[in-house]
């Protein structure tokens, strides 16, 4: 029998919750503050690193929009999925889902290498909101998870190096306009995985890059990860001691590794609190990380140079980090740990590449077997040295670049099959500039209706009105679309428009006298008011902002056709940053008056039965406020490492706050 790699495609059924519609509201601010670091912190740190650390970060989430519309009721569902496989390894991948790899199963051994979550279950962790945990993840675009989380990509099948075929995801990254690739390319006879991704910049200006792998790998009492490294770089203020959070500034500082105030940190469960390691990789030392369980068995990651960095990102023991691992799938499933590669040495970091430039790199999947005594020993330089000569043995680093010397000249390759469709915004890009990039066609056959009314203004000059009264599409923000709606007629939905783009670029000013000239002509007022108050608040108005929100939310009430889901969707949107607003200045009549207005099923929300709970508080109500927290409820877009529910309890009552709502992430003063 001849040993041959096979790709077919599959459905997976999941109990999944729906991801649900995007949020309407332009997103004027990200969903968490920037990264930054002190500058007397900076001075510390190598150079390169404390350059990479203030280059470009991310001030908007434009144009990409906010993903926060699922619940957490979940059902079976069929899931799209491509199986990549031979004789000793099958490799599941979800196009549908950012390209995550599903499963890593290897087959000699029976072995499951990754931790695979057996529900699909949003959460509130990505850049844009809905994220899911396990498997093996592609984050570009900018510090955290990747807003291509749960979105699908373009696959189709290509011709492999070996003669055979391998799989290509991609996409356009929107976040930095940039588009790449994965290539995951499984040789006949191999235990490895490859993956060539690529990244290219198309445009004549410089732009920031940030890439990490994430690879979810499951946890035990004995688990332990390793590198090649004696130091490791901790984040503080969000992670510090054990994991545990060092005030409110961030700051990186070197710790040593293994040993750190007392425990062995490589042990994922010896520590209390969630915390992120990035380890200190030696220039010229060869690049991998291994996560390997009690009897010396689990999984390496390997790659070329470029990928630099290693991290170990863990949840702890402590009360919180198991809480959160619960809340991301079903009862009883084994807890996780991840083992991360990345471009620069912290996800703090974005790293310049030049126009018309691109980076490549190759990294490899598969199974390690190394030695238990060795592996779990006291001799942390013992343990290394067996990883790196077991590696060595499986896959000699010499291999790995041959791959992806062998590669390379593939990631040109046409696609011979379609297998699944991504959005239409790189096709609309590829229209615009005129440019074909080898290897990633972007086919005009994927666009669609979110592109249509940027295509008419391609065409000719002028932003389309719309056909129907609907809450406005998607806006792009960058230069050359705000070039053209600069020359646009300006009609009110243009100059919405045009505003969102001048605050993506940091013309405030600019963008509200764009809304207001907007405001004076337009029929449908609430989305130029609702920005007009984001403004309010950035300047310090809180009363202005106020007062525009709930002239805002008044003529959306007003304006809103019916019941459907773009509709109910703004409503909510809306309706929750107009009762925020309303009750930092003490309006709690009218927040109140917001509420009521909302639609009974998105009253029901666990968001928005937190958001009454605050309204009883601020009336004075605390017995009713209480009550809502004992009938229970669940905030399905809680964001990652957010204490809210906490602080509203402590308005409630001086008990103690019960499990069911303790997500706290850090010992509590």
Known sequence: MVDMTTVRRAVLTLPAAPVGPQNPLPALRPLDETHTLDERAKRDLPREMARQIGYEPLRTLLPVRVLD??????????????????????????????????????????RELLYSNPVFQPADFALNGAWFSGGIEWNIGATGHTTLSCAPLHAALVPAPDGGTMVRLWEWERLRDLPFQVDLWLPADSDFLHVGVRIRNPHERPAPVYWWSNIAVKEHETTRVLAPAEEAWLVHGSAGAGGAPVGHERSLRRVPVPEFQGADRTYPLRSEYPADYFYEVPDGARRWIASLDADGHGLVQTSTDVLRGRKLFLWGSGRGGRRWQRWLTEPGTTGYAEIQAGLARTQLEHVRLDGGGEFSWLESYGPLAADPAAVHGRDWAAARAEVEARLSQALPRADVD????????????????SLAVGSGWGALEALRSGQRLPG???????LGEEQAPWQELLRTGVFPQPRKVAPPG????????????????????TEYHLGVAQWHAGDLAQAVRSWERGLALA???????????????EGGHAVRAAERYAEAFDDLCQERRDDGESWTAA?????????????????????????DRLRPAVQQRGRFRLIDARLLVAEGRLAEARAVFDAG???????????ILGEVWATVTDDPLPDAYDYRMRPQS
């Open 571 to 595: 409503t909510a949107a809306l309706g929750r940053e107009a009762v925020d607003a309303l009750l930092a200045v003490g309006r709690t009549a009218e927040a109140r008056s917001v509420w």
């Open 69 to 110: 519309g699922y619940g957490r009721e979940r059902a079976e569902t069929a899931v799209d999925a491509i199986v990549i496989e031979n004789e000793r390894l099958r490799a599941t991948v979800l196009p549908g889902l950012g390209g995550r790899v599903h499963s890593l199963h290897h087959k000699p051994t029976g």
């Open 440 to 446: 990633t066609p972007f086919d005009p056959s994927t």
């Open 474 to 493: 998607p806006s792009l923000v960058a230069q050359h679309w705000r070039d053209m709606l600069e020359t646009a007629p300006a009609e009110p939905l």
């Open 633 to 643: 409820f669940e905030v399905a877009d809680l964001r990652e490492g957010a204490e």
């Open 402 to 417: 041959a791959a992806y010397e062998a590669w390379r000249p593939y990631a040109d390759e046409e696609p011979v099959e």
């Open 523 to 537: 029929p449908s007022r609430w989305p130029l008011l609702r920005c007009l108050a984001v403004a309010d608040q």
